[in-house]
């Protein structure tokens, strides 16, 4: 089963399609219907999936974090291929970056390495979804981080030198970063509307309804500060794999979905055979 799109949309898209290489075919996108590649050659091709969304649902995801399924992806270095004038876009871009750093600084400790950061940050966008229990690599996360981690140091560090709540030693690779209940309340207010949201729900008694602030105020005084964001953001994101997972299953259909899981699967057990047990390393 696939969606309807509009003519004058499928026009659009198969314009956008036309501008890439011949050797790769495009599959399905999410939600907009199934446009695949005339033209391509023969032989072996590389499939690419890939989604559309609208400027305004990006920037939404962007600034507020409603789903994180597309601001959970840009938290890692992408390769941009064509970025519009768009003032607000551009600062959408930034306000996700830096939502991803001062998430981040909620659930480590006082003094972490960049590292420790990056895989917090690249870990954001997989923490709550249920496809990391089964169907992929449990190493993902590590795998992208120490496979890019000078793209993330480009990608983060203007946004480190200039925040105010940490100390950043680019050369030693190490940060500290304000832990009192001040810095925390700071760093609480500062996240995207709908985890402070979450946070909120998980924290204020039913009918209880207090403010966000004092709410947020009271997290910022808990020992489990980082815990319980990390709840929050797990929950956004439960809810957001959920939702995309039934979405592919509508638009690729039943057999594509299957056979994607499998390779997913199949990517996973390679990933366990992988990793050397314990009689291995001692």
Request: proline share 4%.
């Amino acid at each position: 089963m696939t969606l309807p799109a509009l003519h004058n949309t499928g026009v659009l898209y198969r314009r956008i399609l036309a501008q890439f290489p011949q050797d790769i075919s495009l599959a399905f996108a999410y939600g907009s219907g199934v446009f695949k590649q005339h033209g391509t050659s023969q032989g072996q091709m590389e499939i690419i999936k890939y989604g559309v969304i609208s400027t305004e649902s990006l920037i939404d995801d962007l600034m507020h974090w409603k789903t994180m399924y597309v601001a959970g992806r840009l938290h890692k270095p992408v390769k941009m291929l064509v970025q519009g004038e768009n003032g607000k876009l551009r600062a959408a871009l930034v306000a996700n970056l830096k939502s991803a750093v001062t998430a981040s600084f909620l659930m480590l400790p006082e003094s972490f390495t960049e590292e420790d950061l990056f895989l917090q940050i690249a870990g954001l966008s997989y923490a709550g979804d249920f496809r990391m229990v089964i169907g992929e690599d449990k190493s993902k996360v590590a795998n992208i981080v120490e496979d890019n981690i000078q793209h993330f140091r480009i990608l983060y560090s203007n946004i480190l030198r200039d925040c105010p709540q940490v100390v950043y030693k680019p050369h030693q690779g190490k940060l500290e970063v304000d832990k009192s209940p001040e810095g925390q309340f700071t760093q609480l207010m500062a996240l995207p509307r709908t985890l402070q949201q979450r946070i909120t729900k998980l924290v204020d008694p039913p009918g209880k309804n207090r403010d966000v602030e004092e709410i947020l105020l009271q997290v910022a005084q808990d020992p489990d500060c980082g815990a319980v964001v990390h709840q929050g953001v797990s929950s956004i994101v439960k809810s957001s794999s959920i939702t995309q997972s039934i979405k592919g299953i509508a638009t690729a259909g039943l057999w594509k979905t299957a056979s994607y899981s499998s390779k997913k699967l199949l990517k996973m057990w390679k990933g366990w055979r992988r990793k050397p047990s314990v009689s291995q390393m001692s």
